[in-house]
């Protein structure tokens, strides 16, 4: 049996697929009184030397991603980011969401490569990865630091985030709505705290990022919502209400995924499914690989993101519909590239101390 370590997603820690060894504790139930010891966060300086991570992905409306975080402490139990953090040398399961890597020098390393010659201005994704905004941002601002250059050389950026943090960053982002260089996506995946807390245990409630969503809307921010990833037995029933929600509240764009579990993601997805749901966890593991071709995951351009077969099609056409019906079919809100400029870096104090 796999127990659920307190205030985390994953239940343990997968084999690294790059390492010959493996260490796991004995398989021995804890007394009904106990609980397993929390696992505490670390925090590992990245010296990366780059911050523009470039893909070539017909599927995603981006070339270039910025992370200022490698891992996650949100601990979202499905994340497609997880294998990532084997090439660190760490485990997709709990070392993803504990032991995080900081690019401390992400704002500096973002102003050299708009600086550049060769930079031609477009839309950067913060983040292609992992939470921009995850609770370790609290202290650190380097998104905000990323955000101010952004707003310096004029270069639009479009954020997906879980988090409310990002409300703190609203005096940044206003200045760059009024030059139409940013775009917000607020992911809800349900609209049931409960199932938010197993399934996401470190992030907002849904209705804290509904209530973000009216305050960057009202503060005139482009602002939608994005229902992903979507999973079906488990949260596709919720497509038109997350979307009507998320309508009601001044989002002017939608977007959705199909879950997807590549490599150690399905083990502890599926183990987090028999902790959390036995009686439905043979239905949804079922209904996943419908969309799938009889598998968990699916690399393939053109259908990673939505899936295939019956399902599949009918939850596109759920979304659709329901999009088409609030209005929320604007997706990129056409943002700007017209007022970038490559000028002197900003203050220097900026970078400093970080």
């Given at each position: 049996?796999?127990?659920?370590?307190?205030?985390?997603?994953?239940?343990?820690n997968t084999p690294n697929r790059f390492q010959q060894h493996h260490f796991e504790p004995l398989d021995i139930e804890f007394p009904p009184a106990e609980e397993?010891?929390?696992?505490?966060?670390?925090?590992?300086r990245d010296a990366s030397r780059t911050i523009l991570s470039k893909n070539d992905s017909p599927d995603i409306p981006f070339t270039f991603s910025v992370n200022p975080y490698r891992g996650c402490e949100h601990g979202c139990i499905y994340c497609y980011a997880r294998p990532s953090h084997e090439y660190l040398g760490f485990s997709a399961g709990l070392d993803?969401?504990?032991?995080?890597?900081?690019k401390m020098d992400a704002p500096r390393l973002l102003d050299e490569a708009f600086r550049k010659r060769s930079w031609v201005a477009q839309t950067?994704?913060?983040?292609g990865n992992t939470d921009c905004y995850q609770p370790i941002e609290r202290h650190l601002q380097l998104t905000r630091q990323c955000l101010q250059v952004f707003l310096h050389y004029g270069n639009p950026a479009g954020i997906v985030t879980k988090n409310t943090l990002i409300l703190r960053d609203l005096d940044i982002l206003q200045e760059m709505a009024r030059r139409n260089i940013i775009h917000v996506m607020i992911s809800v995946t349900s609209l049931d705290p409960d199932l938010v807390r197993r399934m996401e245990p470190r992030t907002p409630t849904p209705s804290k990022r509904l209530e973000a969503i009216e305050q960057l809307a009202a503060a005139g921010i482009p602002v939608g919502v994005n229902a992903a990833p979507i999973v079906p037995g488990l949260t596709d029933e919720e497509i038109p209400s997350i979307l009507k929600a998320a309508a009601d509240r001044g989002a002017m764009s939608a977007g959705y995924t199909l879950v997807r579990l590549p490599g150690p993601v399905e083990t502890l997805f599926l183990d987090w499914l028999q902790r959390e749901f036995p009686d439905r966890a043979r239905k949804i593991r079922s209904r996943i690989q419908q969309t799938r071709d009889g598998k968990s995951t699916d690399s393939r351009f053109g259908t990673r993101m939505t899936g295939e077969g019956e399902i599949a099609r009918t939850i596109k056409s759920l979304f659709d519909l329901h999009a088409a019906k609030y209005n929320l079919q604007d997706r990129l809100c056409g943002m700007s590239t017209d007022g970038f400029r490559k000028t002197e870096p900003p203050q220097r104090d900026l970078f400093d101390g970080r």
């Open positions: 049996m796999t127990h659920g370590s307190r205030g985390r997603g994953a239940g343990r397993p010891a929390p696992v505490r966060t670390t925090y590992y993803f969401e504990s032991k995080i890597m900081v950067v994704a913060l983040s």
